[in-house]
């Protein structure tokens, strides 16, 4: 790892040309928005599809313990996401070798979440089968990280022989802590669709075609999903979840796009945006697990291991309904992922982007810390300890663990 000072200075964000290259190519404009539209309807459609098979194999998330959910929820959310998604991108983008590699790492995302989804895997075994997919992208798909950019001063922090394991770490960071996130209705799916988008956003305006369709198609699937996910007024409650299947396969394909765009190695030979900005994009999961991460090791607790210490618990614990939680964080999640879009366009160096997130990330952990001792959230008292009854307001008993 070290210092180049040769930085390469980013171009304007060409978006007059954008616009105009797909009002010149209607075919393609066409084709995608079919796509989307089709894998939209088939996830829908999976979903309530698959919610017999779902019930007789038993591939269902049970209430009680840390879970806030009343009852039986199929698992169906993932494999509909995964059917829809790599039907589509098989049927269109198969002959392209990013493609063949990101199928086949989501494959194995999916499938290492479906049998934890079943009957839980050891942790070993969850790492081993995310690393090999990983290995995927690094070697079949050519997705890796070669630098940070200005991370800490104006030159590039390059990663030389490091380029693998961190890329490594970067993607099971963005993997694991999307799927900590998915603990309340239209959580994820939400947080997944304000990340592709601002993703899908610069890959268009960096003329990178692949990246863009994919997380279009990606981003429709998920809105199929949240047709029976999120509170809508058709849905008193989710009546199917992601499950991880469903979160790993997204978390890899976040990961996958925030490497492969955030970088020189890619398509086009041009990053589409600094790697800061995909922090900020993804920053709502990211804060929130490195937060529990932190509290756990320091509690000498498993860092990986399922509590009621989330964000969205504290939402909840402090009075909220499910659908104001949601709304909450999805706030958040747009201002965040907001103002990394907007420091990315105006040109906002690296460094500066680094340390305000830095500056924001203990300002976040702090006021969390303060929380839990304090046992009030913006400014409402905690109501209950332990989630025991119906949504959304639960009570509790026994003083909470820190």
């Not at 939402?315 to 309904?321: E, K, Q, W």
């Amino acid at each position: 790892m070290h210092l180049s000072w040769g930085w390469h200075v980013r171009n304007p964000i060409p978006l007059k040309a954008t616009i105009e290259a797909f009002r010149d190519n209607p075919g393609m404009t066409l084709s995608i928005s079919l796509s989307m539209i089709i894998a939209l309807l088939a996830t829908a459609t999976l979903c309530l599809g698959l919610l017999p098979l779902a019930h007789k194999i038993d591939l269902v998330d049970h209430p009680g313990g840390r879970k806030v959910h009343e009852s039986a929820t199929p698992l169906a959310g993932g494999p509909a996401i995964f059917i829809a998604f790599a039907a589509i991108l098989a049927w269109a983008l198969i002959d392209d070798r990013f493609v063949q590699a990101l199928l086949l790492g989501g494959s194995l995302m999916f499938l290492v979440g479906l049998v934890d989804d079943h009957r839980r895997l050891s942790p070993i075994t969850r790492f081993l089968v995310q690393v090999t997919a990983c290995l995927v992208m690094i070697f079949w798909g050519e997705v890796r990280l070669e630098d940070f950019g200005s991370l800490f001063t104006s030159g590039v922090l390059e990663l030389g022989v490091l380029a693998i394991p961190i890329t490594i770490f970067a993607a099971l960071g963005v993997i694991n802590s999307f799927n900590m996130i998915d603990g309340m209705d239209g959580l994820a799916g939400g947080i997944f669709l304000v990340a592709a988008a601002g993703m899908a956003m610069f890959a268009g305006f960096a003329d990178q075609p692949m990246a863009y369709r994919l997380l279009l198609i990606a981003m429709a699937s998920v809105m199929g999903f949240m047709l029976l996910n999120a509170r809508f007024p058709w849905n008193e409650k989710a009546r199917v979840f992601l499950g991880d299947s469903g979160s790993m396969l997204l978390g890899f394909i976040l990961a996958w796009c925030f490497i492969a765009l955030g970088n020189d190695h890619n398509e086009t030979g041009q990053r589409a945006f600094m790697p800061m900005t995909a922090i900020w994009l993804i920053a709502v999961p990211l804060l929130d697990t490195s937060t529990q991460i932190w509290r756990r090791w320091r509690a000498g607790q498993s860092a990986l291991g399922a509590d009621q210490y989330h964000l969205h618990h504290a939402f909840l614990r402090a009075g909220f309904s499910v659908g104001e939680t949601w709304f909450n964080i999805m706030l958040l999640a747009l201002v965040l992922g907001g103002a990394g879009i907007l420091i990315e366009m105006f040109g906002v160096p690296g460094y500066r982007s680094f340390w305000a997130f830095i500056v924001f990330a203990f300002t976040y952990y702090f006021y969390m810390k303060h929380c839990w001792s304090s046992q009030r959230f913006l400014g409402r008292h905690f109501i209950y300890e332990e989630f025991e009854i119906t949504e959304p307001y639960l009570t509790g008993k026994g003083p909470p663990q820190r």
